[in-house]
T-cell receptor
Framework: SQQGEEDPQALSIQEGENATMNCSYKTSINNLQWYRQNSGRGLVHLILIRSNEREKHSGRLRVTLDTSKKSSSLLITASRAADTASYFCATDQSFHLIQGAQKLVFGQGTRLTINP | DGGITQSPKYLFRKEGQNVTLSCEQNLNHDAMYWYRQDPGQGLRLIYYSQIVNDFQKGDIAEGYSVSREKKESFPLTVTSAQKNPTAFYLC?????????????FGQGTRLTVV
């Protein structure tokens, strides 16, 4: 079953505008991560936010986490054409009794298009 | 250069044939993962492994098999029992850590049934 569900499924905005994507999940998590995927390529890690953190910044990226609502958002400010990609959230779920063992589960993704 | 390598990039399989996708990492990561991605869709977990000689089924393991004989390698075999294997396959690895760590992905293998 998919843990993270992104919203919207697709987003198209003008260059320079801000883009906001949301992710909801169902179970308790250790952390939540956001990844980017260019068409036909592997995923690249963007940012990780731990369950005891509420907000995190990295360059033009801002991530929030609300564990009470089981949701996260990714904000990309001052978007550029090069930001066009699919964005996925992923959650770490512990498995086994092996310390640190984690099952990494991804959502369906948001396809972001930045129009020049 | 450290990284995770998948091969081949493109693979064609005939009906009823088993094929094996390679995934190798030199990042000294403990955990490795295989995902399947269909067009316009998210990633679905096939198998994952935390340590050598141990692996667990993910959400869509039927028709697939894996082995983890070495820390660096986690090959995926798509068997003839997988009725719809045409997809993009992604391998990932990450360190274990109670605080969570980022995953590194290979560039993927695109498998097509001919």
């Amino acid at each position: 079953s998919q843990q993270g569900e992104e919203d919207p499924q697709a987003l198209s905005i003008q260059e320079g505008e801000n883009a906001t994507m949301n992710c909801s999940y169902k179970t308790s998590i250790n952390n939540l991560q956001w990844y980017r995927q260019n068409s036909g390529r592997g995923l690249v890690h963007l940012i990780l936010i731990r369950s005891n953190e509420r907000e995190k910044h990295s360059g033009r990226l801002r991530v929030t986490l609300d564990t009470s609502k089981k949701s996260s958002s990714l904000l990309i400010t001052a978007s550029r054409a090069a930001d066009t990609a699919s964005y996925f959230c992923a959650t770490d779920q512990s498995f086994h009794l092996i310390q640190g063992a984690q099952k990494l589960v991804f959502g369906q993704g948001t396809r972001l298009t930045i129009n020049p | 250069d450290g990284g995770i390598t998948q091969s081949p990039k493109y693979l064609f399989r005939k009906e009823g044939q088993n094929v094996t996708l390679s995934c190798e990492q030199n990042l000294n990561h403990d955990a490795m993962y295989w995902y399947r991605q269909d067009p316009g869709q998210g990633l679905r977990l096939i198998y994952y492994s935390q340590i050598v000689n141990d692996f667990q089924k993910g959400d869509i393991a039927e028709g697939y098999s894996v082995s983890r004989e070495k820390k660096e390698s986690f090959p995926l075999t798509v068997t003839s029992a997988q009725k719809n294997p045409t997809a993009f396959y992604l391998c990932a690895s990450k360190n274990s850590g109670t605080g969570g760590t980022e995953a590194f992905f290979g560039q993927g293998t695109r498998l097509t049934v001919v």
